[in-house]
T-cell receptor, first 113, second 112 residues
């Protein structure tokens, strides 16, 4: 089955710790995205990557970092510099090059205390 | 004007009702439009793309009015399973055009 997987589903961390969220896709999509969703809010773009070994900051990149070493994988690190890291994190992918529909993974709920 | 604006609802309707959601977008250069559905504590899922000529998929009809920068979604014969938040989505015209801008969503609750 083709799709996007994110792990873990729930993640708990202490303040001051970095944490890495996994996102893998087997849809052969070129583009991948990370969003954050807070209660009652819309999705906000953190980082995106149109191609392997290249990525761009989205609207709220501060306190986050990413890598895109493989087409299938786009991990997100939430660093201790992120002031309000507790949120629902969603990874998405799209075919790129004019194929704008994005398909989402199931998300990771991160709680930092 | 916000980039994508939706009535947050909630819309509470009985089963079998027809319900319409509206959405406005700010940038006239946007070219791609979508409706996504998001169930509580789940990821958004693509419901349908919106084409200039309007399009229908079963009980769902989407319309686009470029002159008014307005998108609509009509759901006929509502089912209990239609209860969800509906997100209006428009492609960005700054940065990468593949980027999408998501509205905050309109919540629908269908009651028996």
């Amino acid at each position: 089955d083709g799709g996007i997987t994110q792990s873990p589903k729930y993640l708990f961390r202490k303040e001051g710790q970095n944490v890495t969220l996994s996102c893998e896709q087997n849809l052969n999509h070129d583009a991948m995205y990370w969003y954050r969703q807070d209660p009652g809010q819309g999705l906000r773009l953190i980082y995106y990557s149109q191609i392997v070994n290249d990525f761009q900051k989205g609207d709220i990149a501060e306190g986050y970092s990413v890598s895109r070493e493989k087409k299938e994988s786009f991990p997100l690190t939430v660093t201790s510099a992120q002031k309000n890291p507790t949120a629902f994190y969603l990874c998405a992918s799209s075919g790129g090059q004019g194929f704008y529909e994005q398909y989402f993974g199931p998300g990771t709920r991160l709680t930092v205390t | 004007r916000k980039e994508v604006e939706q009535d947050p609802g909630p819309f509470n309707v009985p089963e079998g009702a027809t319900v319409a959601f509206n959405c406005t977008y700010s940038n006239s250069a946007s070219q791609s439009f979508f409706w996504y559905r998001q169930d509580c504590r789940k990821e958004p899922k693509l419901l349908m793309s919106v084409y200039s000529s309007g399009n229908e998929d079963g009980r769902f009809t989407a319309q686009l009015n470029r002159a008014s920068q307005y998108i609509s979604l009509l759901i006929r014969d509502s089912k209990l399973s239609d209860s969800a938040t509906y997100l209006c989505v428009v492609n960005s015209v700054k940065g990468s055009q593949g980027n999408l801008i998501f509205g905050k969503g309109t919540k629908l609750s269908v009651k028996p």
